[in-house]
């Protein structure tokens, strides 16, 4: 039976890239210097760090900036709230990975009220999708890909 799953992945080695590449820019900038900012990178956490949360808006900006040159949805970026203490200001950057569990549900149910002829299943942080034709596989992607999620989602592992 043709299938495919729904995911929210991103490209770990582009996403470290990306990060070393900001935190060269913010080096060699002139409004950057002396300041100590600079990003520092978790699991699936950026950490930004200036001295005036003015900065850190530009810091996202060109964080947001090389993500998009290296095609990475910057959609999985989450900004929390600045922290502010002294003449010093941090924030936390999440990125989102896996489907939650709210968001599949959504997702399940939005393609069981389509009335294709197609199967959706939670697994894990992805949806499995299955169905007896291409054609209605192609068209639940479709389907996925008009609904109005701020979430990057991708879809991999079609089968035929």
């Known amino acids: 039976m043709p299938s495919f799953d729904i995911v929210s992945e991103i490209d770990r080695h582009e996403f470290t890239n990306a990060v070393d590449q900001a935190n060269r820019e913010v080096a ?21 760090k200036a ?12 964080l947001a900036n090389k993500f998009a040159k290296r095609s ?5 970026l989450e900004r929390l709230d600045p922290q502010i203490a002294g003449n010093e200001a941090r924030q936390q950057v999440k990125v989102k990975v896996g489907i939650d569990q709210d968001l599949a549900r959504r997702l399940v149910k939005t393609i069981k009220q389509s009335k294709l002829k197609v199967q959706a299943a939670i697994q894990g942080d992805q949806v499995r999708v299955t169905g007896k034709k291409r054609d209605d596989l192609q068209a639940t992607i479709a389907l996925v890909k008009d609904e109005k999620i701020d979430h990057p989602l991708q879809f991999v592992n079609f089968r035929d």
């Open 51 to 62: 001295q005036v949360e003015f900065q850190l808006d530009q810091m996202f900006d060109i």
């Open 72 to 76: 990475l949805d910057i959609r999985c």
């Open 28 to 48: 060699n900038r002139f409004d950057f210097k002396g300041t100590g900012a600079e990003f520092a990178l978790t699991d699936n956490d950026i950490s930004l």
